[in-house]
C-alpha cells in the first residue's frame, strides 16, 4: 500500500508545483483597461465608404473607450465619438449603441471583431494592446505566412484575397518569398525588393511607405494596412488588410480540437454579397467541424446558417477545407488563431480570422492555453524541477520531478511531467486544469506501459481542486483519478518552511490511513516543502534554495554549486522591474532585491543536495 500511495501523493504535489492557467479563460471589464491599437478594413460598394485605418484607443477599467488617433486612406481625421466596450466572462466583446461583435483571445492582448461602418461599409477589426514588450528590426528574422484581404471599388480597385510566405532577415530585408496565389487564379509572382522596419513600439512600415502595421507581444503575427498591389498591377490591388502569422510547428490535427469564434469580411464589387458574419465552429478530434446551431449571424440580419466538413491541417500548419478547395488557412505558431481565405457562396471573397474559445468536455472547461498557470501559490513553468528525500524508513531514498513540455491531450493543452524514481522507474503525466481552478490528469504512463489516458468526454478522471486566496480553517477537497480522497485544512498563511516566511500552510489526512500531510506554499514561488508521516516512516519534499540551474540549462540540478553562483550573479542587484529578475535569487525573502544578504544565503546553502 506504501507503493500505491506514494504514487498518489507525487502526483498530488507535482500538479501543485504544476498548475495551469484558469484566469485565460474567465474575463472581465478590468481586462479592456490599456491602450489599445487597431486596424480596419471596410468592404462595400459605392455610394458607401471603402477602404481602411489604422489609430490608438485608450480603454479605462469601466470600459469606456476614448480615440486619441485614426488615419484613415480617405485622409479625413475626424475621430470617432467616444464609446463603451463591455465583455462577458466568455470574452465576448460589445460597443454599446452599435451592432459590435468580438472576441478577445485567451492571452487578452488581442481583439477581432466585425460591425456596421458608420460610412455605410462593413468592417473587419483586430486590436492590439500595447504592452511592455521592446521591438526592434531584427524580431522579423524567420519565415512568415500571411493572409490578405483587399476592398475596393472598380475600376480603381480588384477586389480578392491573396496569400504566400515571406523569408526575412534580421535586418527587415526579404531574401525570399513564395508567388503569391490570389483569388483571379494568379499563382506565378513572386515578391522582391521588401524592406520592413519595427520601431521601439512594434510600429511595421515598409520603405515604400505602401503598409503601416503592429506587432503582438509575443512578436509572432503583424496585422496591417495599405493601399497596394500585392503582386502585379493587373492581379488584385487595392485597400488591403494583411494579418502575417509565423506558422505553427508540429502541427496536427488534434490540436484543432474544440471551439473557434470566427469573425469574418466578405469583399467584393457589383452586385455579389458583401458584408460581415461571426459564428461559431466546433472542430472535432479528428477535425470534422460545424458551426454551432444558432451562432451565425451576419451584417443583413440572417440567421440559421449552417455548415459541416471537415478541416485538415499539415505539420507547418497549413489550412484546408473538405468542401472548399480554393480556401487556405494559417494556424499560427501558438495554435490558438487561425487566418482563412476562401471565396464566398455569394460572390465575394472571404477573409476568416478565427481565435480558440475556451475548450468544454463533458461540463468542464479548459482554458485555451490551460498549460501556463500562474497565481500567488501555484507558479509554474516548464523546467521546473523537484526533489523528493525520504526521511526514517525511507532515508536515501529520493524522487526528482520535471516540467517537460506542453502537450495536446485529446484536444487540451496539458502539461507534461516526469517522475524519475531510482525504485519505481521514470514515469509520465499530463494534466491541464479547467476553469474553475480543478486539476484533470489527461494521461500517466509508466516507462513499460500506459495506464491511463483520456479518449472519450467520459474518462476525465476526477479532479485536485485548488484554492487561490485561502483563510485559515477553510476546507480543501482533493481527489486522483477516483483513488483515494484528501480533505486539507488550511492551518496557517504565516508559516516559516526552510527559509520561506509567511507561507501557506494545509494539513491532510488520506482516506481511513494513518498518513498526515503537511504541506507549504510561499506565494510567487509555489510549493516549498511537503511532510507526510505514517507507520513506515516520514517524507520531505523541499525546494533547495540556491538551486537556480545545472551546467548547460537553466533547469535545477539538485545541487548548489558553481553554475547557481554564475547564475546569482548575473542578477545582482536586480529588483521585479529589471529584465533579468528571478524572485528565486532573493533567498532573504525580505526586499525584493538581490544583495549581500542574500549573497549570505546564498553562501549557507552551498554544495547542499546531492551532485548530478
Not at 480597385?157 to 510566405?165: I, M
Not at 446558417?305 to 468542401?323: E, F, P, R, Y
Not at 506501459?449 to 480553517?473: K, R, W, Y
Not at 485544512?489 to 507561507?503: I, K, P, Q, R, W
Request: proline letters at 3%; one cysteine or more; aromatic letters at 12%.
Amino acid at each position: 500500500m506504501r507503493k500505491a500511495r506514494n504514487t498518489i501523493l507525487v502526483s498530488i504535489v507535482l500538479l501543485h508545483a504544476t498548475a495551469f492557467s484558469t484566469q485565460a479563460g474567465i474575463f472581465t471589464t478590468s481586462d479592456l483597461e490599456g491602450t489599445w491599437d487597431f486596424h480596419m478594413l471596410v468592404s462595400g460598394d459605392a455610394p458607401q465608404w471603402i477602404g481602411w485605418a489604422y489609430g490608438t484607443q485608450v480603454i479605462n477599467d469601466s470600459g469606456d473607450l476614448t480615440f486619441t488617433s485614426i488615419t484613415r486612406s480617405s485622409g479625413n481625421p475626424e475621430l470617432p465619438a467616444d464609446a463603451t466596450m463591455a465583455i462577458s466572462a466568455s470574452g465576448v466583446v460589445t460597443i454599446a449603441g452599435t451592432d459590435f461583435h468580438g472576441i478577445m483571445n485567451s492571452q487578452k492582448y488581442m481583439i477581432v471583431g466585425v460591425m456596421t461602418d458608420g460610412g455605410g461599409g462593413f468592417n473587419l477589426i483586430i486590436f492590439s494592446k500595447q504592452g511592455t514588450s521592446t521591438f526592434s528590426t531584427s524580431d522579423l528574422e524567420g519565415t512568415w505566412d500571411y493572409s490578405g484581404l483587399i476592398s475596393g471599388d472598380a475600376p480603381a480597385q480588384t477586389v480578392g484575397w491573396y496569400w504566400g510566405a515571406f523569408t526575412f532577415n534580421e535586418y527587415g530585408v526579404l531574401t525570399s518569398a513564395t508567388p503569391v496565389t490570389d483569388s483571379l487564379g494568379n499563382s506565378d509572382w513572386v515578391p522582391s525588393g521588401v524592406n520592413l522596419d519595427v520601431t521601439s513600439t512594434g510600429m511595421v512600415t515598409d520603405t515604400g511607405g505602401l503598409i503601416r502595421g503592429v506587432m503582438n507581444p509575443d512578436k509572432d503575427m503583424i496585422v496591417a494596412v495599405g493601399t497596394m498591389c500585392p503582386g502585379r498591377d493587373t492581379d488584385v490591388c487595392g485597400y488591403n488588410l494583411l494579418v502575417m502569422q509565423r506558422p505553427a510547428q508540429e502541427a496536427s490535427i488534434g490540436e484543432l480540437y474544440g471551439a473557434w469564434q470566427m469573425h469574418g469580411l466578405v469583399s467584393g464589387d457589383g452586385q455579389v454579397y458583401k458584408g460581415w458574419f461571426y459564428v461559431t465552429m466546433l472542430v472535432s478530434i479528428d477535425g470534422s467541424s460545424h458551426f454551432v446551431a444558432g451562432s451565425y449571424l451576419n451584417s443583413s440580419g440572417e440567421t440559421g446558417q449552417t455548415w459541416s466538413g471537415t478541416l485538415t491541417v499539415t505539420s507547418d500548419g497549413i489550412l484546408a477545407i473538405s468542401d472548399k478547395p480554393e480556401a487556405h488557412g494559417i494556424l499560427g505558431i501558438g495554435k490558438d488563431m487561425t487566418v482563412i481565405t476562401m471565396n464566398d457562396g455569394g460572390g465575394g471573397y472571404n477573409l476568416v480570422v478565427s481565435v480558440r474559445g475556451a475548450r468544454t468536455i463533458s461540463g468542464y472547461t479548459f482554458a485555451s492555453n490551460s498549460a501556463t498557470f500562474e497565481n500567488q501559490y501555484f507558479p509554474a513553468s516548464v523546467g521546473y524541477k523537484w526533489i523528493y528525500r525520504g526521511y526514517g524508513a525511507y532515508d536515501g531514498y529520493t524522487k526528482i520531478s520535471d516540467a517537460l513540455s506542453t502537450e495536446i491531450v485529446y484536444g487540451v493543452s496539458c502539461l507534461k511531467g516526469k517522475i524519475q524514481d531510482p525504485v519505481e522507474g521514470i514515469r509520465y503525466f499530463w494534466g491541464a486544469e479547467d476553469t474553475e481552478n480543478n486539476i484533470h490528469i489527461f494521461k500517466f504512463q509508466y516507462e513499460s506501459h500506459l495506464a491511463l489516458e483520456v479518449d472519450s468526454d467520459d474518462d476525465i478522471p476526477a479532479n485536485i481542486q485548488l484554492i487561490g486566496s485561502p483563510d485559515v480553517e477553510d476546507s480543501w477537497i482533493r481527489s486522483i483519478n477516483g483513488d483515494g480522497v484528501a480533505e486539507y485544512e488550511v492551518m496557517s498563511l504565516t508559516a516559516t518552511a526552510d527559509g520561506y516566511d509567511n507561507c501557506l500552510k494545509v494539513k491532510g489526512a488520506y482516506g481511513q490511513g494513518p498518513d498526515i500531510d503537511y504541506e507549504y506554499f510561499k506565494a510567487g514561488v509555489g510549493l516549498v516543502k511537503t511532510e507526510w508521516v505514517d507507520d513506515g516512516g516520514s517524507w520531505v519534499l523541499m525546494m533547495i534554495p540556491g538551486d537556480f540551474c545545472g551546467e548547460g540549462s537553466e533547469q535545477p540540478d539538485g545541487y548548489v554549486d558553481y553554475w547557481d553562483l554564475l547564475y546569482f550573479a548575473q542578477r545582482w542587484h536586480s529588483s521585479p522591474s529589471d529584465t533579468n529578475w528571478d524572485p528565486r535569487c532573493d533567498l532573504d525573502k525580505e526586499d525584493n532585491y538581490v544583495d549581500y544578504w542574500d549573497l549570505l544565503v546564498f553562501a549557507q546553502q552551498w554544495h547542499k543536495g546531492q551532485p548530478p
